[in-house]
């Protein structure tokens, strides 16, 4: 399973705020204290909106990215009238997806092919929509998903632009032809995970000239592609660096990666009409482009309900 880590500018050549998927903590600047605190967006509160008027309890894990998602979903919903509670940063998906069984919360954004992977470590399917039905069958009764986004965080091979013009690069099958004069940069669990070297060659036909280890979507990484110490390497799809450094991520044409849809999970019992259409509106509009975007903000140091506040008004949502 994927592990986010932290982002870097590298112009600046320093860490920025950690961005982990699963498993490990991460300690985030940007982040305030909002366990407990309910949120004070403004909106008008009626009773029966959240079932009785019963507060929704909306979590996140601990990245900046997850309690960004988190605070829009909040803040959508309040101005929709429904009363809502943030327990922000929970931790890992371990310690997350038990306080959703348990009722310790009532909502939370997901990403399809990860959580997937938790509920059914036998999972192989790697179809966008396959995995959203797969996804659907494997939830525990009484929590279900709403809509997906397109918006997507996953593993994403990249290339530079000029590399990406030189050899007429667009989708990593492209790179079956090439490939054996190029430098393959990633994690080192890639030299034997079917999900990096091996599937690149099995599923693609890929033999790269050399694979050389750096790190899952890091600062070497990203460093190693615009320094040309590797020619390809693995990051992820909402990486404000990818446009900042002028790389292209290459189609995953043929699954080799999980995909990873923004999905919001949610206790049925909480699931009223408004709440249903109001974070479907969310879902409908929110794409990797508003990820990319918005993570960038995250990155400079913005305050995450500013953001948050900012990407409802510009689709007309608050």
Not at 35 to 62: K, L, M, N, Y
Not at 277 to 283: E, K, M, P
């Amino acid at each position: 399973m994927k592990q986010r880590r932290a982002w870097v500018r590298l112009a600046a050549v320093v860490a920025m705020p950690a961005l982990f998927l699963s498993g490990c903590g991460s300690s985030d600047p940007t982040s305030t204290d909002t366990d407990t605190t309910a949120t004070d967006v403004a909106g008008p509160t009626e009773e029966g909106e959240a079932g009785g008027g019963e507060t929704i309890i909306i979590g996140s894990a601990d990245f900046a990215e997850s309690q960004l998602l988190a605070i829009i979903y909040s803040h959508a919903l309040a101005n929709a009238g429904v009363t809502v509670e943030e327990k922000l940063n929970i931790g890992s998906r371990e310690i997350y997806i038990q306080a959703l069984n348990d009722g310790s919360i009532d909502l939370l954004p997901e990403y399809t092919g990860y959580l997937l992977a938790e509920l059914d470590p036998e999972a192989t399917e790697k179809d966008p929509v396959k995995v959203v039905e797969l996804l659907d069958a494997v939830l525990p009764d009484g929590i279900e998903q709403l809509d997906v986004a397109t918006a997507e965080d996953k593993d994403v091979l990249c290339v530079t632009a000029a590399t990406a013009d030189q050899y007429g690069l667009s989708k990593i099958s492209d790179l079956a032809a090439v490939g054996g004069e190029m430098v393959l940069a990633g994690p080192s669990e890639w030299k034997e995970r079917y999900q990096g070297v091996p599937g690149l060659e099995d599923l693609y036909g890929i033999t790269f000239k050399e694979f050389k280890v750096f790190d899952a979507g890091g600062p070497l990484t990203l460093a190693a592609l615009v320094n040309g110490q590797a020619q390809a390497g693995d990051m992820f799809s909402s990486d404000p660096a990818i446009p900042e450094n002028d790389l292209v991520a290459l189609e995953d044409d043929k699954y080799l990666f999980m995909p990873a849809q923004v999905v919001p999970i949610i206790r049925t019992s909480k699931t009223t009409d408004t709440v249903r259409s109001t974070l479907n509106a969310v879902q409908a509009v929110l794409t990797t482009d508003d990820l990319l975007a918005m993570n960038a903000r995250v990155n400079a140091g913005e305050d995450l309900e500013v953001i948050a506040d900012d990407w409802l008004k510009e689709k007309g949502l608050l």
